[in-house]
């Protein structure tokens, strides 16, 4: 009697298994064969416990955040040692020392136009939505993970990055501040793995940067008003609208009992709803 074979991996492959993929490590073609085994899933409700969280927040109803995985995503690890070496490819294409020189400063002081992704810390650039479908220069910048902000727009690489999916919207009823320790988690998580992230909406300019400033609050135990200063003097199309600075200040009040723009001369921090605030707490201007 003839035994009858197993599946082949063919077999396994067309029934929807994980197939083996292989990642490219040096310019010769050396290929690292990652093992069949089942990708561990890298969703929210596991990793930033996000049900959990707006439970405590309030039952915040609106399912505003996912962080997608699918079978085609490589691990992480995965992702971000061939993001690395994607880098040093370029850098070591460039065919002049002026060149290399100008992307350098670009990639480590942010100074490159508002058009252009804006580096604010090594591993978290601020763009649009024009840079985020853009696949070509997010591989040459070595992005890992993307935190798109805005409702109206889609993933455009799932598969090829890591995304966090915020439906927010520029307006003045939003709610963030249900979203800022899940964005200050996810970019703490791509420190962590010395990956590099895009957070973006359309412009950014309101709400992905009100987004990272709350990160740098939380992470970086920055000030308000510090925070705010250095992403719109590296980004200068910044400008958060009233309700997301609102939210900003009475965060920052929560997190360090005290605002660093209770008393700024900015203009940016003189509007009506603030003002209210600082009067009821017994803040007032020097």
């Known amino acids: 009697m003839i035994k009858q074979k197993g599946p082949t991996s063919s077999t396994r492959i067309a029934s929807g298994a994980l197939a083996p993929s292989s990642i490219s490590f040096t310019p010769s073609g050396l290929q690292r064969q990652?093992?069949?085994?089942?990708?561990?899933?890298?969703?929210?409700?596991?990793?930033?416990?996000?049900?959990?969280?707006?439970?405590?927040?309030?039952?915040?109803?609106?399912?505003?955040?996912?962080?997608?995985?699918?079978?085609?995503?490589?691990?992480?690890?995965?992702?971000?040692?061939?993001?690395?070496?994607?880098?040093?490819?370029?850098?070591?294409?460039?065919?002049?020392?002026?060149k290399r020189l100008a992307a350098f400063i670009g990639r480590t002081l942010g100074t490159a136009s508002c058009q252009d992704p804006t580096v604010i810390l090594n591993h978290v650039l601020l763009g649009n939505r024009e840079n985020a479908a853009d696949s070509r220069l997010l591989n040459l910048l070595g992005i890992t993970h993307i935190c798109n902000c805005a409702a109206q727009i889609g993933n455009s690489f799932e598969g090829e990055f890591i995304y966090l999916k915020l439906n927010l919207h520029d307006s003045q009823d939003e709610e963030l501040i249900p979203h800022f320790q899940t964005v200050t988690k996810f970019i703490?998580?791509?420190?962590?793995?010395?990956?590099?992230?895009?957070?973006?909406?359309?412009?950014?300019?309101?709400?992905?940067?009100?987004?990272?400033?709350?990160?740098?609050?939380?992470?970086?135990?920055?000030?308000?008003?510090?925070?705010?200063?250095?992403?719109?003097?590296?980004?200068?199309?910044?400008?958060?609208?009233?309700?997301?600075?609102?939210?900003?200040?009475?965060?920052?009040?929560?997190?360090?009992?005290?605002?660093?723009?209770?008393?700024?001369?900015?203009?940016?921090?003189?509007?009506?709803?603030?003002?209210?605030?600082?009067?009821?707490?017994?803040?007032?201007?020097?």
């Open 34 to 98: 990652k093992s069949s085994q089942t990708l561990k899933k890298y969703a929210s409700t596991r990793k930033f416990n996000r049900r959990h969280e707006l439970q405590r927040e309030g039952e915040h109803v609106r399912n505003t955040s996912i962080v997608v995985y699918s079978k085609r995503n490589p691990d992480e690890e995965d992702a971000v040692m061939a993001a690395q070496w994607r880098v040093m490819e370029a850098l070591a294409q460039e065919q002049s020392i002026f």
């Open 188 to 286: 703490k998580r791509v420190e962590r793995l010395r990956g590099r992230v895009l957070l973006h909406c359309i412009s950014g300019a309101s709400r992905s940067p009100a987004l990272l400033i709350a990160y740098l609050m939380i992470d970086k135990k920055m000030p308000l008003l510090e925070a705010y200063n250095m992403v719109k003097r590296k980004r200068h199309i910044v400008q958060p609208n009233q309700a997301f600075r609102l939210q900003l200040a009475k965060y920052e009040l929560m997190l360090f009992g005290a605002s660093s723009v209770a008393t700024t001369p900015d203009k940016d921090w003189n509007f009506y709803a603030w003002n209210e605030v600082k009067n009821e707490r017994g803040l007032r201007r020097k």
